[in-house]
């Protein structure tokens, strides 16, 4: 825990509060997501203070936004544009913590970045290919400048694992990566992220499996087709230095300067 000093008397900075919502619906990976959460930020924040609830498990258990700095909609196995009752809840629970706590910092990751988008008017379709793996995301100006850190490459690589993706971003949103890959409102309080700066490799590998129905192949079927994508599985990503700026989002006023959300500098 780090601390300020302020007229000689030293005041201890408090550790991020962070309540994530795990998503997926009975998954027998739910331990190793939550375990995945707890490494990526713990490398980064060893000080903060992660909770976990699971929406679509336990009917009706949503964090208290008042306990946390930041509040994490993760990842699921099921499909955004459902209406099962739990989703519906969770939009519900989106629209009442952004009205009721319009300062509140919310994070969507894959199935989170979708979900975000649909309440606030966005659109959400099939992907043409889906991915799985570690890959390239490409910023745009905007996103250059809210991640000065990758500004000079241009963009940075995450783990991805999602067969939907968002065609259309809600109008009060600007891209920071091409394709809506990554989308922060213009009240500088709610950011979203396709892929998976969560995710390391242990984790990701768990859901190779899903090879068979996405591509048609498995180990057995086509060994070469396997290894590579073990290969993209296990390649070096950007996920910490990710958290790290979304950290420090955090703590940012929930006004951008006009020169960040300026449209005409999105792509």
């Not at 490398?43 to 992660?50: F, G, N, T």
């Not at 955004?80 to 629970?93: A, G, Y």
């Not at 890959?181 to 213009?186: G, H, I, M, S, T």
Request: with cysteine; proline share 6%; aromatic share 10%.
């Amino acid at each position: 825990m780090s601390s300020l000093t302020t007229s000689g008397v030293e005041l201890q900075k408090q550790p991020l509060r962070i309540a994530i919502l795990l998503n997926s619906y009975r998954s027998r990976i739910l331990p190793a997501i939550r375990a995945s959460y707890e490494r990526t930020i713990g490398a980064v924040a060893p000080d903060a203070r992660l909770a976990f609830y699971e929406p679509a498990n336990k009917s009706g258990e949503f964090p208290d936004p008042k306990c946390f700095d930041l509040i994490v909609f993760g990842g699921s196995n099921v499909d955004p544009r459902k209406s099962h009752q739990w989703i519906l809840d969770v939009h519900e629970f989106i629209r009442r913590l952004v009205t009721q706590f319009p300062e509140k910092k919310v994070l969507g990751i894959c199935w989170g970045h979708q979900t975000i988008s649909r309440v606030f008017g966005g659109k959400v379709v099939d992907a043409a290919y889906p991915e799985m793996g570690v890959a390239t995301v490409n910023l745009t100006e905007a996103g250059r400048q809210f991640f000065p850190e990758a500004a000079a490459l241009g963009s940075f690589r995450l783990q991805q694992h999602h067969r939907r993706e968002v065609a259309v971003a809600p109008a009060a949103f600007v891209q920071l990566a091409q394709g809506n890959q990554c989308l922060l409102n213009e009240k500088n309080t709610i950011l979203t992220f396709q892929g998976h700066p969560e995710k390391d490799a242990e984790t990701a590998r768990l859901r190779m499996h899903d090879s068979m129905r996405w591509f048609g192949f498995d180990a057995a079927l086509d060994e070469k087709a396997w290894v590579q994508l073990q290969e993209l599985i296990f390649m070096e990503h950007d996920g910490p230095a990710v958290w790290e700026r979304i950290l420090d989002w955090v703590s940012e006023p929930p006004v951008l300067e006009t020169s960040i959300i300026d449209r005409r500098s999105e792509t």
